[in-house]
């Protein structure tokens, strides 16, 4: 009765166990590129869903963001917007003069017009520091006068819509820039 003798060569599983420890040691590096190319991504995606809903800047949203980027040793990532109130002068208003007696109106949203200003007493538009603004009075007398403020840039964010887009748009970057990180790796692994 003849053997037949099957024979496995193990120098292919050892070549893929020698590969796969390689990977192990290369995946904090993926995760973190990963996620550090999802913030920048992020950064300049939140100036620009900031900037569809509200007449804002994109440079006055992005001077509220700092991001906090991730490490081998530290894998986590995020943006953190702080910031004051903002002037309505941030926004589009009218009138372009002081002086006038026309009531101030302001466009916060993109969406829909202008809306005037319902103060009482009547806001009005004046020249402060080389820049106009919208104050009010306080009071009946003539002074003091305070700014007219708004929401601010970490309000806009958390508006849920924006909040919710933001969402959406990080976890498909983070899942596109982990696929492209470890193939990247496996690549360079394999030689």
Do not use: C, W
Not at 164 to 189: C, M, P, T
């Amino acid at each position: 009765m003849p053997r037949d003798n099957i024979r496995i060569d193990t120098r292919q599983l050892n070549n893929i166990g020698r590969q796969l420890r390689g990977l192990e040691r290369e995946m904090p590096g993926a995760a973190a590129s990963a996620l550090n190319r999802t913030v920048d991504y992020i950064n300049t995606q939140v100036g620009r869903i900031v900037t569809q809903e509200y007449s804002i800047k994109t440079t006055t949203v992005k001077k509220t963001i700092k991001k906090h980027k991730a490490r081998r040793g530290e894998l986590s990532a995020k943006l953190v917007s702080q910031g004051h109130l903002l002037s309505l002068a941030n926004f589009p208003f009218s009138p372009k003069s002081p002086g006038t007696k026309r009531k101030v109106k302001v466009k916060i949203k993109k969406q829909g017009g202008r809306k005037t200003v319902n103060t009482s007493p009547s806001a009005f538009v004046q020249n402060m520091n080389n820049s106009l603004n919208v104050f009010m009075r306080v009071g009946e007398e003539r002074k003091p006068i305070v700014v007219l403020r708004t929401l601010s840039i970490p309000q806009m964010i958390g508006n849920e819509d924006i909040n919710r887009q933001i969402q959406r748009d990080a976890q498909a970057k983070l899942s596109e820039r982990i696929e492209h990180e470890v193939q990247r790796r496996l690549n360079r692994i394999r030689g």
